[in-house]
């Protein structure tokens, strides 16, 4: 026997009702402006249908459960938890202002990505979503800024873009579980000066 969402999705879309993609959009949205404003733990699903404006069985019909909904509100809308790109003409300046830009509240969604970074840590379902979503779009991002730093003559032929790329992403990472708390400015101008300004 279906569970007891089931019929009545069923029902809905044999009568021409298909889900409506801007319900979901924003859903995911206001998933990602709470997890900003309240963190991963505090954050409700309550919460999401009330700012959403939406019907919690509407809201449990799409997602069972918090985790659900929020790892794929990180997986659909990574992009906009990752700031652009610079181009300052120097590694070291376009280095330093993406991971400034990265430590730095730039909005209320992007302020999601450290309670869904500290929730991967422990959350298998959440690491997951963040490994496929954010992460991919991070590594690229600081990809693109060592590859011109290689085409500029910056760096060598021979340096290692992809441990380049993944570096500063470890880094942070791993200094927000040492010290439980988010890296700011000062940690992201250490990470440049050390890694990222040729001599």
Not at 14 to 43: F, K, M, N, Q
Not at 97 to 110: D, G, H, K, N, W
Not at 143 to 168: F, N
Request: net charge negative; aromatic share 4%.
């Amino acid at each position: 026997m279906a569970d007891d969402g089931e019929p009545e999705d069923g029902g809905r879309a044999r009568r021409g009702r298909p889900r409506d993609p801007g319900v979901d959009e924003s859903i995911l949205s206001s998933t990602l402006l709470l997890l900003g404003e309240v963190g991963y733990a505090r954050l409700t699903m309550e919460q999401v249908a009330t700012r959403a404006r939406v019907g919690k069985a509407s809201l449990y019909l799409r997602w069972p459960s918090k985790v659900a909904l929020v790892a794929d509100a990180v997986q659909r809308l990574s992009p906009d938890l990752v700031p652009g790109v610079p181009d300052t003409g120097t590694l070291p300046g376009d280095m330093r202002e993406f991971l400034r830009q990265l430590v730095r509240p730039r909005s209320t969604a992007a302020a999601a990505l450290p309670a869904v970074a500290g929730e991967a840590t422990n959350n298998p379902e959440m690491r997951e979503a963040f490994r496929r979503g954010v992460t991919p779009t991070l590594i690229e991002s600081v990809r693109m800024i060592v590859q011109r730093a290689v085409d500029r003559g910056e760096l060598p032929a021979t340096a290692d873009v992809e441990l380049l790329s993944v570096l500063p992403m470890a880094l942070l990472q791993q200094l927000r579980l040492i010290h439980e708390e988010r890296p700011g400015e000062e940690m992201a101008d250490r990470i440049v000066a050390q890694f990222y300004a040729p001599q």
